[in-house]
């Protein structure tokens, strides 16, 4: 079974600028995360979705983050503009539906100068 | 929303001997609980979970104990190896809440 797959895996970028990244879950998993993880802290949702609906945003900075799900396969998280604050690792994870295993992919890794 | 914390931050122990990693939830309404161990530079990955209706769950070394009343779920290693050194995540969530929260992490180091 392929695992969730995110790209790019590294992206540097001056603060200011903006950044997309890409995430395909694993087939048939309705549920989609994705989560910000700073170095030595645990990972912080930022966006659920449910097929292409939005569960939860709470903690999504929506100043400056959007997130979408259009067909409820990938999705993709934009920052524009950036800040320093955002270096981090995104991570997506997706499950098969609500309050199950999350599937981790291997992340981006986000630097901004 | 969800409040998880866990504790310790860091643990060191000899090889064989036992760790155990302890977490509290504030939402009465969680009723998964997994815990995530990741490598340096790798991915989260789930070893253990337990839901509500039990309160234990044990995969060869690694158990998983649940006490709904006091709102706090651990992990115990048994027998630990050096390549069980890792964080440590533990997260809470609820098909109400519809959250999916982690802890802090717990850096563990196994000397051997």
């Known amino acids: 079974e392929a695992g969730v797959a995110q790209s790019p895996r590294y992206k540097i970028i001056e603060k200011r600028q903006s950044v997309a990244f890409w995430c395909n879950p694993i087939?048939?998993?309705?549920?989609l995360y994705w989560y910000q993880q700073i170095l030595g802290q645990g990972p912080k949702l930022l966006i659920q979705f449910q097929n292409n609906g939005v569960v939860d945003d709470s903690q999504l900075p929506k100043d400056r983050f959007s997130a979408e799900r259009l067909k409820g396969v990938d999705s993709t998280l934009k920052i524009q503009p950036a800040k320093l604050e955002d270096s981090a690792v995104y991570l997506c994870?997706?499950?098969?539906?609500?309050?199950?295993?999350?599937?981790f992919g291997q992340g981006t890794r986000l630097t901004v100068v | 929303g969800e409040n998880v914390e866990q504790h310790p931050s860091t643990l060191s122990v000899q090889e064989g001997d036992s760790a155990v990693i302890k977490c509290t939830y504030s939402d009465s309404a969680s009723n998964y609980f997994p815990w995530y161990k990741q490598e340096l530079g790798k991915r989260p990955q789930l070893i253990i979970d337990?839901?509500?209706?039990?309160g234990e769950k044990k995969d060869q070394r690694i158990a998983v104990t649940l006490n709904k009343t006091a709102k706090h779920f651990s992990l115990h290693i048994t027998e630990t190896q050096p390549e069980d050194s890792a964080v440590y995540f533990c997260a809470a969530s609820s098909n109400t809440g519809n959250q999916f929260y982690f802890g802090t992490g717990t850096s563990l180091t196994v000397i051997p």
């Open positions: 087939s048939g998993h309705a549920t």
């Open positions: 994870a997706s499950s098969p539906t609500l309050n199950t295993e999350a599937f």
């Open positions: 337990i839901r509500s209706n039990v």
